[in-house]
């Protein structure tokens, strides 16, 4: 029978900043190639996707309504002794006895059957409604099952639906099919919008946002009250910069559903526009709903540092860092709080974590590198940290100033002339500096 699950859509990721729930992608696909000899044999009339996609445009040019099933058949695992030629003989041998059990049932005969994956059949029928579809889907799972341990799964499409044509009522089958796979074998599922979020998700993984958006668009026809639908398709809008109709989706999907997703996405969009206030207050909303989720506690700590309010940024970005204890942003961002409270040592551990996790963080190498020389403590590793960010970005001078000041700490005058006259170069006002360490030099040389 049909079933739904609530939260087929458990995953839940960034995605360019944005949340956006996905499922696992356990789609089985693949070229089926020539027929093997077993069904060549058996099913003679056995067509390709080709052949079946044409069959249905002009056999079925008529038909005021039909129903395709697809189905897939996973073969048992074979002993891993054998060779792989044989093992592949063997798992099409035991999808050929089910199918053609299948294709042969007297029920299914007044369908065209067509080949449209190595494991992977589809039958189209003309007259067909959501019902006689069901009930044949049924009949035909109750028939392959019983030529053996072999699993099968479902998808179902009908026509008319929306705006789709009879020949993508062959695809919306394949959709559901894949839909299906999600609830394991000896499953039937209707094509519906859960099943265009799937096909949304995977079009968005992929690059192809502009279909995604068709997908999620074609969804919300079917199902206009469903979140995460309207949440998936702000996103996509967030990621091509139509932060207007992102916002309009996120606000949809905010009053359908409770989920801090929602919420959260709508607070970034605002804070990319440029609203602040605003994005704070979804933000703080998100995170009373379910708290200590990484993006969400982080871009509070953001906003509040970006406010000049590091006392409030301060627990926010410490939940961050332990939301995510791989983010070297997040500890980059604590250290500049840290170190905006006079919390110097505190902030060492954290540019220290920032620089564990990305070697080449070439700000954190440079800030941590100041924190040395200002606590007057390990002034060669000041020098070397410094040193770092400076070959990693040479033409930056607030990190060639920084390495001024390190080589100033040890007495290296000339070093440091050198590096203060470089960051000059690069737009940095080290000038005091410089004529500074002109006249040590010249006190040095003169005593």
């Known amino acids: 029978m049909v079933k739904f699950v609530p939260d087929l859509f458990h995953n839940r990721s960034a995605t360019r900043d944005f949340l956006v729930s996905h499922t696992d992608d356990i789609i089985h696909e693949g070229e089926p190639g020539s027929h093997p000899a077993a069904l060549t044999a058996d099913l003679p009339d056995l067509l390709d996707r080709q052949g079946l996609e044409k069959a249905i445009e002009t056999q079925m040019a008529s038909a005021t309504s039909l129903g395709v099933i697809a189905i897939h058949i996973e073969p048992p695992l074979t002993e891993k002794s054998s060779s792989e030629e044989s093992i592949k003989d063997q798992q099409e041998t035991m999808v050929a006895d089910p199918i053609v059990s299948i294709v042969t049932h007297p029920s299914a005969g007044k369908g065209i059957w067509g080949r449209m ?51 993508q009522t062959l695809e919306n089958a394949e959709k559901a099919l894949d839909h299906s796979a999600f609830f394991g074998p000896g499953t039937i599922t209707l094509f519906d919008a859960v099943s265009l979020n799937i096909s949304g998700d995977r079009r ?107 006392g409030n940024a301060r627990p926010f970005l410490e939940a961050a860092s332990r939301a995510n204890n791989r983010s070297g942003a997040a500890f980059r961002n604590l250290g500049t709080c840290l170190d905006k409270l006079g919390l110097t040592k505190e902030a060492i551990q954290a540019y220290k974590s920032a620089v564990k996790i990305n070697p080449e963080d070439a700000l954190s190498l440079s800030i941590l590198g100041r924190l040395y020389t200002k606590r007057k403590e390990s002034l060669d590793v000041a020098v070397v940290l410094c040193q770092q960010s400076v070959r990693l970005d040479p033409d930056n001078g607030d990190y060639r100033h920084r390495l001024g000041e390190a080589y100033l700490s040890q007495g290296k005058l000339e070093d440091a002339l050198s590096s203060f006259e470089a960051a000059v170069k690069c737009g940095h006002d080290s000038h005091s500096r410089v004529e500074e360490t002109q006249d040590r030099l010249l006190a040095a040389k003169a005593s």
């Not at 003309?126 to 998808?155: F, R, V």
């Not at 639908?229 to 009053?255: I, M, P, Q, T």
């Open 117 to 167: 994956g190595p494991d992977r059949f589809a039958c189209a029928m003309a007259g067909l409604n959501e019902k006689d579809a069901q009930a044949l889907a049924e009949t035909l799972l109750q028939s392959g099952k019983k030529t053996g341990n072999i699993d099968i799964t479902i998808g179902m499409s009908v026509y008319p639906t929306l705006h789709y044509t009879r020949r």
């Open 204 to 310: 968005y993984q992929t690059g192809d946002i502009e279909g995604a958006i068709d997908e999620f668009k074609n969804g919300l026809l079917i199902d206009p009250a469903n979140a995460n639908l309207h949440n998936s398709l702000g996103v996509c809008y967030g990621v091509l910069e139509d932060y207007d109709r992102a916002l309009a989706a996120f606000e949809k999907a905010h009053g359908l559903s409770e989920d801090v997703m929602a919420i959260y996405n709508k607070g970034y969009i605002l804070l990319l526009k440029g609203e602040n206030g605003q994005a704070l207050t979804c933000l703080l909303e998100a995170n009373a709903r379910e708290p200590d989720v990484f993006e969400v506690v982080f871009h509070i700590g953001q906003i509040y540092m970006e406010m000049d309010q590091a």
